[in-house]
């Protein structure tokens, strides 16, 4: 199944994530990939609002998980249902977003829909279910390459020598 994520929309139902907080993208990148990587079949796109200059950022994204910030005068929103519109199968896709206008063009191609405070829930089910599990699986458990470690300190500016 591929997810398309209104990403501010999902960060704003989050209890532990906070819109103001200059990271919020971040943490739920992270948290969209550790529950992508628990799915084998799960990909997601997430689009936020408000990218200099917009588009895929190749620094958040990874293999299952794709990040898109919407340019300048373009909100998410629209590019969700750009994307909705121009979807060949609906059927292998879910939405998930609160907002009414995505949602109605996404019930317009038949497609999935979770609701923003829905899919937390299930995040927050999944984890917890996952905790229990992790240790049985971990040959499953993805590790991070050196490349991503590297993204990574450069994203929140450390030494790895400090």
Do not use: C
Request: hydrophobic share 40%.
């Amino acid at each position: 199944m591929e997810y398309l994520i209104d990403g501010h929309n999902l960060v704003g139902k989050m209890p532990d994530i906070n819109l103001n907080d200059p990271g919020d993208e971040v943490e739920l990148v992270l948290r969209l990939r550790s529950w992508s990587a628990r799915g084998r079949k799960r990909k997601v796109t997430v689009i936020f609002d408000r990218g200099l200059p917009g588009g895929e950022d190749k620094g958040l994204s990874s293999g299952m998980v794709k990040v898109i910030f919407a340019p300048v005068g373009r909100s998410a929103d629209s590019l969700l249902i750009n994307r909705i519109q121009k979807v060949k199968n609906p059927a292998e896709y879910a939405l998930v977003s609160s907002d009414l206008r995505v949602i109605k063009a996404a019930e317009a191609r038949r497609m999935q829909v979770w609701r923003s405070e829905d899919f937390v829930a299930r995040l927050e089910q999944e984890g917890e279910q996952g905790a229990k599990t992790r240790t049985a699986d971990m040959a499953d458990d993805p590790q991070m390459s050196a490349g991503e470690v590297d993204m990574w300190m450069e994203i929140f500016d450390s030494d790895p020598e400090e």
